[in-house]
């Protein structure tokens, strides 16, 4: 069984930073391509960043460049989403996902984790 694990979110002032991390199990990690995605309040889902299999392309959205970094550790079986200089709009639910990078949610995406609450504010 496919389970993605994740932990990390949190209240965080505006400018802070958080990580979050997602444990994969029940498939072979470094075979897959893996995505964060996010809902902030009221509004649907957006494609954050993504990693290939190997750990060695990112892509990221317009919005988040040069403020998060996805990165994973495969031996670990773990994906991870680093995010600093957080801003109020930043506010949302972070999925991690397993499916083709850049896809547009929830297409492309095969198996998400429960997600994890980040919330901005001072």
């Known amino acids: 069984e496919v389970q993605l694990v994740q932990s990390g979110g949190g209240l965080v002032q505006p400018g802070g930073s958080l990580r979050l991390s997602c444990v994969a199990s029940?498939?072979?990690?470094?075979?897959?391509?893996m995505n964060w995605v996010r809902q902030a309040p009221g509004k649907g889902l957006e494609w954050v960043a993504s990693?290939?299999?190997?750990?060695?392309?990112?892509y990221y959205a317009e919005s988040m460049k040069g403020r998060f970094t996805i990165s994973r550790d495969n031996a670990k079986n773990t994906l991870y989403l680093e995010m600093i200089s957080l801003k109020s709009e930043d506010t949302a639910v972070y999925y991690c996902?397993?499916?083709?990078?850049?896809?547009?949610?929830?297409?492309?995406?095969?198996?998400w984790g429960l997600g994890t609450h980040v919330t901005v504010s001072s």
């Open positions: 990693i290939i299999a190997n750990g060695r392309t990112t």
């Open positions: 996902a397993r499916g083709k990078p850049r896809s547009s949610p929830p297409r492309g995406y095969e198996y």
């Open positions: 029940g498939f072979t990690f470094d075979d897959y391509d």
